[in-house]
């Protein structure tokens, strides 16, 4: 007998990987329109400390779709109005930013995203964007 628990999280898993596919693939096409790289240096240098500690440590947290992102501020590659407002939905993950890395996947995460300083940025961006259109 097959467990459901395991079939559900497996076509989870699948649905998850196809959507982080399409919003690879999104945000590709979006940065060719309008794009954004004018996020605060501290931001990329966050992102290169959480994929530094990924790489040498390991980690199951986080998503595609996070380590996507965070690749894209650690390289400080642009990005779309929409993957801005993405970032700043992030904010509600706040309350974890200060779990270390080694106990939790809160600072691990916050920093993969660019920590405070991007997602205040991505904030204040999005209220740029919306008083200059």
């Not at 004018?38 to 990329?44: F, I, R």
């Not at 309350?95 to 920093?111: A, N, R, T």
Request: proline residues 2%; glycine residues 6%.
């Amino acid at each position: 007998m097959e467990n459901k628990n395991t079939i559900n999280t497996t076509e989870n898993y699948d649905k998850d990987m196809k959507h982080a596919e399409v919003y690879e693939m999104l945000d590709e096409m979006s940065v060719k329109l309008e794009s954004y790289n004018d996020y605060p240096k501290s931001a990329t240098k966050n992102a290169k400390r959480a994929r530094k500690w990924k790489e040498e440590n390991g980690t199951a947290c986080g998503t595609r779709v996070g380590w996507t992102r965070s690749s894209q501020i650690a390289d400080s590659k642009p990005i779309s109005r929409d993957t801005i407002a993405r970032v700043a939905s992030f904010k509600r993950h706040q309350q974890h930013k200060d779990v270390p890395y080694s106990e939790g996947c809160g600072g691990l995460m916050w920093d993969a995203w660019g920590g405070t300083e991007m997602i205040e940025w991505a904030i204040n961006k999005l209220k740029q964007l919306k008083k200059n259109k």
